[in-house]
């Protein structure tokens, strides 16, 4: 599970003192956090929301994206790989 770097953080971008993940029952992450998380660099993350279709919130000029529409993103690009036996079972097959 990921998790949430900045919840205590101070940012006086929000006026009113309320940010979003204090009203969101779901995990909010930043892009930020998934960058260390994930190891890849912040043009990577923006190219998968604004060029692959990865869901996010902008509020206030600020992104978040919701932990499971990034763990549902993520599972459209799941790689199975079929052991030797089960290439070789389903050639056969196939035959």
Known sequence: MLTQSNNN???NSYRDGIYP???CPEK??????ITKVMRVSEGTVRL????????????????WIREVDLA??????????????ERVRDTQNEL
Not at 72 to 78: A, E, P
């Open 9 to 11: 953080r101070a940012d």
């Open 21 to 23: 993940y204090e009203l």
């Open 28 to 33: 909010l992450l930043t892009i930020e956090d």
């Open 48 to 63: 998968w929301m604004y060029g692959e279709g990865l869901p996010f919130i902008k509020i206030r000029g600020r992104i």
């Open 72 to 85: 549902q993103w993520l599972s459209n690009y799941r790689v199975i790989i079929k052991s030797i036996s």
